[in-house]
């Protein structure tokens, strides 16, 4: 007959078995408190542990980042939102040796930009700004012409066009690739008509949100052909209706039509 005989388990290991029973409560926890509070009241590195081993670096405004790669916005600790690419140099006026181009590749159709060099193509729709002079926009990666502005190819006047930065992801969008832009870049976009024109890029520059209605030359009816490509850059800020810019800051990028 065998016997078993029964042995109450010491402290030590009643105390082993506490512990990752702890843990897993604190786990369980911490992912409630994040999934149900609002993002910004959750420190990031609850919502990002990644921050705490990943590559950080220093914003012009003092925010530390986390750089999450080349095709993500980054991590703000700061704003505990997320920071959208600046170009590593602006430039302004810059001059091309020369304008023509001798092929206009083909397009996917109407309303359509181009930017081979950073690998970028969008679609974009025509729509009116509302009362308050803002442009709402739809799910990145489609984006806008202003009305107000001219069509692309049109003899004269800017052609005001404006999307999303990145995605709710994070992913960078078409246009989160426009930072990378060099002078006298080429871009080609097609309007109503689908016929496609060619543009050289000769400004890349931030300007703070709140100036950008200031700068006549972006929605300018007369004066020589220009296209504007405009979307966000800097730190996220807080309290933005959906679909309107949620940045601090815009990237304008200007081109003048190749002839």
Known sequence: MLEFSRREPSSREGTRTLVPICLGLTVILLVL???????????????????????????????????RGPHKTALDEKTRGQYAPRPVRGFRDARCETTTVGIVPDLPGSNTWNAPTVGATAGFDVAEANELGELPLPEAPRGVRDNGSADIGSGSGSAFL?????????????????????????IFAAGSDGAAHTYRVTDLYVVPQAKLKED???LASTGPPRLHLVTCSGPETAGVTRGIFAYQDNLVVRASLAS
């Open 216 to 218: 006549p030359d972006l």
């Open 162 to 186: 404006a999307g999303h930065v990145n995605h709710d992801s994070g992913d960078l969008s078409p246009w989160g690739r426009l930072h990378e832009l060099e002078p006298c870049a080429p």
């Open 33 to 67: 408190v994040c999934e149900f509070s609002p993002s910004r009241h959750v420190p990031l590195v609850l919502r990002h542990p990644e921050f705490l081993l990943g590559r950080t670096s220093t914003s012009p405004e003092g925010h530390t980042l986390l750089d």
